[in-house]
């Protein structure tokens, strides 16, 4: 059983920066990929960006180049570091990790609150 728990969102001005942290309760070293989704009102949810084990990194188009996302394994943390926002980056940003490698996110964060003012 893997817990994730989101941190670091909250209102910043298009233009400004965040950090968001997904902290697992487990050893993440062996969770081949852990992903970042978001969900804003009236839109679909959508696959931000996911990284596996090995380190390779995948982004939505929308955000390449303005977000990073990034895994240390000696914090069981896994962190979005989101640059550049816009007002359609905002959303609720969930956690989540997969942990054979199989396409399923089994386990998902309660979710944390991005909101970029214009």
């Known amino acids: 059983q893997v817990q994730l728990v989101e941190s670091g969102g909250g209102l910043v001005q298009a233009g400004g920066s965040l950090r968001l942290s997904c902290a697992a309760s487990g050893n993440i070293f062996s969770i081949h990929t852990i992903g970042w989704y978001r969900q804003a009102p009236g839109k679909q949810r959508e696959l931000v960006a996911a990284?596996?084990?090995?380190?390779?990194?995948n982004y939505t188009d929308s955000v390449k180049g303005r977000f990073t996302i990034s895994r240390d394994n000696t914090k069981n943390t896994v962190y979005l570091q989101m640059n550049s926002l816009k007002p359609e980056d905002t959303a609720v940003y969930y956690c989540?990790?997969?942990?054979?490698?199989?396409?399923?996110?089994?386990?998902w964060g309660q979710g944390a609150q991005v909101t970029v003012s214009s």
């Open positions: 990284i596996t084990s090995g380190g390779s990194t």
């Open positions: 989540l990790a997969d942990p054979r490698g199989w396409g399923t996110w089994d386990y």
